[in-house]
């Protein structure tokens, strides 16, 4: 920790600028104009102030006035001046990235009168919205059936998720998407995975970029999200809640000891708790919030067999099978996880015009993923340990009445391993090791098993025993500091001009454990010298600059912007396709410009057209960069990474319509297309008849387009009802993604054809809805639903005669309802909340995964050949040998079944 923090302070005193990934704006404006309501001239010198703070301006010759550098939330607003009437503006709402605009008229001032106090309303349509770009705050979190921000995103309208849980925004890869926590990537450069997960308690506003973004954004082409956290206030505050509960699902024959209910089969624990720190005088405040999930999961498997089993033949006899049977038959888990997560902010204002924030986010995870073939030999399954941690410190300080400039450092660590067993040292003490660890002194578990007991009777069945002996370990290290001065230069023109900077070290090692009956009698790990143990330690940066100007003028508002990266692999490769091992020569550096413009016409005071045009540039994910960095010969066709890939790139055109309806009602439609060029692909490189190899390469290329519609009926204090839905239709087509897609033989000069089909994330159609009843903070009911167009598949013929064409058909139409229904009782002090959630409401069976053969999850016409049909008799006649039936029921191709949980929550 002391060497965390060092490093961390290092980064911010010597501004060491080096790698840009992605900082997102954390901080809104309020603008308006200030009239007098007899007259309708512009009132000049009139006091505008964020209550209980001392942030304001004063309003321009023209009544004009600019608030900028405001953090999310609820503000109340006070306007005053000498003769004219005090008049309040409560729930003045603020959004990153946005401006809201409050125009007043004042009444001159007579005796004795009192302030006059009014509500402001949320707007239904955003006049500066320039490209699609959706908000969520806390109160509408805390009304939705959602723990995860995952959850959220997926019932946004152009959010797709695929059939592995992985989500997509308009038809992009889902390493395309950058995931920020207030400002600061909480992205895993190896693989663009999440470093730290972050609890929806903590979350003040979750903004969501699904269009063109501006220049200020990097280094993602698809989306941008960004998770602001809560700060607390002069006030102490804090929640408390627990609830639990378990799966409820008749379909028995597909989900193994389902109807075994446990009420605590899935625990959660969240609290939060923020304030003033004391004896600060309120110049320090802190807020810190906490989860932690005890999930014993839904996908169950049954020792009968332990590690130690194996398949017996009779080398005489070839009717003499025999299984070892060892296991206790108990039920065993084998989804099971294990979530903690911690966030913290601490804020200091020494002064009107100057904060510091401190944001500390650690994630801690242990889980296991379901494995069929291990069905009855569950302690074979690998066990996968992560945890993650991001510190940033913001200094952010006001120059003048128009200008302020952000400086922000970051550190974050993230840890991933996946064994069987932990490593030893010489006392048989476990070991926490981690890529580049010295493996001096270091040993296996000896309860790795021999590989042949790890071999199947038959391809149809079960495992019987053995041990899975790979042992997989990364770490990234990201140092990141960025620079920010907004300015607004005049009340038409707000500048932005930043500076960003990153720099990543990323360990690796990979090795399988050996023991055999002959050479490795005891388990053993091979040399690094060998194609069984990979280890590699890199170290990239980028650096970036941008410039923007928002122009707000009463018909029209401007985005442009121009944003300039540079990317620096600092690693080796083959420049001479014909020698993949020898000749190496380092990457060469990559320097890209990016134009983005977005330009929002009001027609009407509730209608307005935008129209958005972009470039977007992406590095792809390291870990193929650096792939076999060694340059190692393993096998016949061994695969190589590429240090010298060009940036993935994205030109998008958006154009949509806002208009609002009515006072509570208003829609939302936008369409848009993406020429996406230069994605990674692996291509097979054939040098002659008897040698060829794989390597990434720039080949990919994919054309999206489609329609989002979004309509919104926004419930009003008095109103009982609101509801929400969001509709997409879209076309992702591109290249086959396979290594056979893209053949290259240098002899001869033959390429594969490149023939569009549909991505394999491609929903045609996806629709959304929520519906909330009941009064807040009394009674809430809330449903959310989704219809969903199957994926598709790539089917093939019965006996695969004929292999048809790649994802040419679909998979079954998906559809779930979730519930939320929660009772509020208000005490003096504190508020206490009873709820339930239900999960799949209907207890719905959509089908995530099907045979290639019938296009279902339930039946493959493979079980009627003569393999599936002799397993099934021998499984009539072996003691512990299962049926090729059950073996094709396979749970995990199914989403999970329902689930009721019963909580509670207190605040106070």
């Not at 994630?363 to 379901?370: G, I, L, R, V």
């Not at 120059?399 to 006392?427: C, E, M, V």
């Not at 420049?575 to 990559?590: M, N, Q, R």
Request: with cysteine.
């Amino acid at each position: 920790m002391k060497k965390l923090f060092t490093t961390f302070l290092f980064i911010i005193i010597c501004f060491a600028l080096f790698q840009i990934d992605l900082f997102a704006g954390v901080t809104g404006k309020i603008a308006g104009k200030v009239t007098d309501a007899e007259t309708g001239e512009p009132l000049i010198g009139i006091n505008v102030i964020i209550d209980g703070t001392t942030i304001g301006a004063a309003t321009d010759i023209n009544g004009n006035y600019i608030i900028n550098n405001v953090e999310p939330g609820v503000y109340t607003l006070v306007f005053s001046g000498v003769g004219y009437q005090k008049k309040i503006v409560t729930n003045v709402r603020v959004s990153s990235d946005f401006t809201t605009r409050i125009d007043v008229q004042l009444s001159s001032e007579a005796i004795g009168l009192e302030a006059v106090v009014v509500e402001a309303k949320r707007p239904l349509v955003r006049k500066d919205l320039t490209s699609s770009h959706t908000v969520i705050d806390n109160t509408q979190i805390e009304a939705l059936p959602v723990e995860s921000i995952d959850q959220l995103l997926v019932l946004q309208a152009g959010i797709t998720k695929g059939a592995g849980g992985e989500l997509h925004i308009r038809g992009g890869r889902s390493t395309e998407i950058a995931y920020n926590v207030n400002g600061v990537s909480s992205v895993n450069p190896y693989d663009f995975g999440r470093t730290v997960q972050i609890s929806t308690n903590a979350i003040q506003e979750l903004s969501v970029v699904s269009g063109t973004f501006n220049a200020e954004y990097g280094n993602a082409l698809s989306g941008v999200v960004n998770a602001i956290t809560k700060e607390g206030g002069n006030k102490y505050s804090g929640s408390f809640s627990y609830y639990t509960g378990d799966y409820f699902s008749p379909h028995k024959n597909i989900f193994f000891n389902i109807g075994d209910i446990n009420p605590v089969n899935n625990q959660v624990l969240e609290g939060t708790f923020g304030g003033p720190l004391p004896f600060t005088d309120n110049l320090m405040t802190f807020f810190l919030s906490g989860r932690y999930n005890n999930d014993k999961g839904y996908l169950y498997g049954q020792r009968q067999h332990t590690i130690y089993d194996s398949v017996y033949r009779n080398p005489n006899n070839p009717s003499d099978i025999r299984l070892s049977l060892t296991g206790d038959n108990s039920i065993v888990s084998m989804n099971p996880s294990e979530d903690l997560n911690l966030t913290g902010k601490f804020t200091v204002k020494p002064i009107s015009t100057l904060k510091i924030n401190y944001d500390v986010v650690y994630s801690n995870s242990e889980y296991q993923t379901y494995n069929h073939e291990l069905k009855y030999v569950p302690d074979a399954n690998y066990k996968r340990f992560e945890w993650g941690l991001l510190n940033s410190l913001e200094v952010r300080q006001t120059i003048g009445s128009t200008t302020f400039y952000s400086l922000k450092g970051a550190y974050n660590i993230y840890d991933f391993k996946r064994y069987l067993f932990p490593l030893l040292d010489a006392s048989g003490n476990e070991v926490s090791f981690r890529p580049g660890m010295s493996l001096a002194g270091l040993r296996p578990d000896p309860r790795y098993q021999p590989s042949h007991k790890s071999f199947k009777l038959t391809p149809y069945t079960f495992r019987s025993g053995g041990t899975s002996n790979e042992h997989f370990y990364q770490r990234s290290y990201a140092s990141e500091l960025k620079f920010d001065l907004t300015s607004q230069v005049s009340n038409e023109h707000e500048v932005k001009f930043g500076l960003r900077g990153k720099y990543d070290v990323l360990d690796y090692q990979y090795f399988t454990i050996f023991r055999d009956t002959t050479t490795y009698i005891e388990p053993t790990i091979p040399d690094t010298n060998t194609l069984y143990h990979d280890i590699y330690s890199r170290e990239p940066y980028q650096f970036s600059a941008y410039l923007q100007d928002k122009m707000e003028y009463t018909n029209m508002i401007l985005n442009v912007g121009l944003r300039f990266d540079y990317l620096n692999p600092r690693a080796k490769y083959a420049p001479d396709i014909f020698k993949p091992t020898s000749d190496l020569a380092d990457a060469e550096p990559k320097s890209i410009f990016s134009p983005r413009i977005g330009i929002s016409f009001p027609i009407t005071d509730q209608g307005i057209i935008h129209f958005s045009y972009g470039h977007f540039y992406q590095l792809p994910p390291y870990r193929y960069l650096f792939t076999n960095p060694n340059f190692k010969k393993s096998g016949s066709t061994p695969t190589y990474g590429n240090a010298n890939l060009n940036p993935e790139k994205t030109v998008t055109y958006e154009m949509g319509l806002q208009q609002q309806l009515t006072e509570t009602i208003a829609f939302n439609v936008t369409g848009f297309y993406k020429d996406v060029r230069d994605l990674l692909a692996l291509q097979e490189i054939r040098i002659s008849t008897s040698e060829s190899y794989f390597k990434y390469v720039n080949k990919d290329y994919a054309n999206i387009k489609g329609i989002t519609f979004s309509l919104t009926k926004r419930k009003l204090p008095d109103d009982l009802f609101g509801a929400s839905l969001d509709y997409t239709f879209q076309v992702a087509e591109g290249n086959e993604t396979g290594a056979s897609s893209f053949f290259l033989d240098l002899s001869s000069g033959r390429q594969s054809e490149k023939i569009p089909v549909p991505l394999d994330w491609d929903q045609t159609h996806t629709l959304n809805g929520s519906i909330t009843f009941g009064n807040y903070k009394d009674w809430v009911v809330t449903l959310v639903g989704t219809l969903n167009t199957g994926l598709p598949y790539t089917p093939v013929l019965f006996e695969r005669e004929i292999f048809l064409k790649t994802n040419s058909e679909r998979k079954p139409l998906q559809t779930n309802v979730d519930l939320l229904f929660e009772k509020t009782f208000d005490f003096e002090v504190a508020a206490v909340t009873l709820f339930v959630k239900v999960f799949n409401l209907f207890d719905t069976l959509n089908e995530r995964f099907v045979y290639d053969d019938t296009g279902r999850a339930t039946y493959t016409l493979e079980s009627s050949k003569g393999g599936p049909q002799e397993t099934n008799r021998l499984s009539q006649i072996i003691p512990g040998l299962k049926s090729a039936d059950e073996y094709f029921t396979r749970p995990q191709y199914y989403s999970a079944p329902r689930e009721v949980r019963l909580g509670l929550s207190i605040e106070y």
